[in-house]
């Protein structure tokens, strides 16, 4: 077990280090407001050169800084979260390829690496989902896999497009062609592979069922890597989105996944599932802010909310290995009293998400609602954005409700501890970085604060609808006052709200069942039909009545002889009165 706690540890020093590195890197590159464009010429043959090229400004060395960071730690939470694993060496190789392939995707500005990072995630998000090896981490593994290649296919297609051009470098063509029609396609392949990766509806059905990868995968893909690559995608993009139809559709299917997500999690009871649709939903408000044009609160939302979520599922890691793998929420109660330490960090991690005042989700969240309010949107978007954020604050108070307080629900031989001083160190080190990280990324990002000039009843609106969401977070949660279900006499609508509007069964048993019935359908009427009767069967019937009557002919029989002899002889003279 030794080596095996040294193999962690190293990993762990060796990417914090980097880390650290590429984050003061990035402050010169912010000061001082330097692009390095790095050409690697891997092979050169006559005429030919495949040269690999690289992009290093701020923003991919920050985005690299965090993902290392946030990789670094759950890489030492899995040396205790993993430890009764007997292939712990395989696993953090897995999520080591899998940080590999997000680097590579971060710092290219060319379509072909970037697809060599893109189906890297996606191929070892499939190994990491399928890790456990039970028929349900199965069924997720394939769904994530499929959904994430209708994405890959975009890409293929952006790719061929990109031959009307002299290269694959899409960054220097962005400026330049923004308005023709053939930027137009590659921006709607882009953003279409942007939408599978980052879940946003129709594809919003993977998010949840790749829950069935162990926790520490789940911090780390939900936090700062599989699903926020279609987002950075489109910040890189972004020149794109300004054409009208584009920017306006995205802003519609963003708003519409952050509100289902919101709608979801307040009706469900996994622990791990309400903070993957918390995930979903904060997909949907960054790609819905990106779509009007701020590619930079984008980005800033999306350093935020790294942070915290990766947190909030540290957190929820410890819970369930200290619950013996028990995830149900109506389960739990009363945690606060026995894992205080955790349920503090849970605490922080999730007002953080709420948007309370001066945590690191404040700055980003309220400078985001504040722009919303600032611009010129439709009131269906303004509300689906207030009332998405009311939503959030909603889940987040139910979950508390439902977990930390109350009375402890579980079975009494549950052993509950915060002893467990590797996951500890994690958890109190995201604590730090989602107290004080939005602030410190709002200094180094806006170097110029923008002054925004607000109504009195509009400036304070975000905090009002926090707060109706967190009373009705108490209300839905509080029991005594429900005797009676009266969540019963919606049926309808609660199982409609809860399933994430039929996605999952559309995304599955919707997209191939017709098929397998026209299959069947076809093999029955073809295979084993017509084609059966016409074909195989009817020719094995002719040759053996034609075997049978040879057989006749050859039983020696001198009555059928002559008769034959006489025929011919018949036929013979009739040939030869024809000629003649």
Known sequence: MNSLVNYCKTSFYFLI???ISLFLLSMKFILKDLVYFIEWEVLSLQSMSIVMTFLFDWMSLMFMSFVLLISSLVIFYSNQYMEEDYNINRF??????FVMSMMLLIISPNLISILLGWDGLGLVSYCLVIYFQNVKSYNAGMLTALSNRVGDVALLLAIAWMLNYGSWNYIFYLDMLSTKFEMMIIGALVMLAAMTKSAQIPFSSWLPAAMAAPTPVSALVHSSTLVTAGVYLLIRFNVLLTDLWMGQFLLLVSGLTMFMAGLGANFEFDLKKIIALSTLSQLGLMMSILSMGFYKLAFFHLLTHALFKALLFMCAGSIIHNMKNSQDIRMMGSLNMSMPLTCSCFNIANLALCGMPFLAGFY????????????????????LFFFSTGLTVCYSFRLVYYSMTGEFNSSSLHPLNDKSMIMLFSIFFLMIMAIIG????SWLMFLNPSMICLPFDMKILTLIVCLLGGSMGYLLTNVKLFFINKGLYYYNFIYFAGSMWFMPVLSTVGIINYPLKLGL???KSFDQGWSEFFGGQMLYNQLKNYSLY???????????YLLSYMLWFIILLMMISFIN
């Open 17 to 19: 280090f980097i880390s």
């Open 92 to 97: 953090i190789l897995l999520v080591l390829m």
């Open 550 to 560: 040879l057989q006749e002919f050859q039983n020696n029989s001198l009555k059928i």
């Open 364 to 383: 980003s969240k309220d400078l985001i609602l504040e722009m919303v309010m600032l611009s010129y949107v439709n009131s269906f978007s303004f509300f």
């Open 438 to 441: 939005g602030s410190m990324l």
């Open 521 to 523: 359908y076809s093999f």
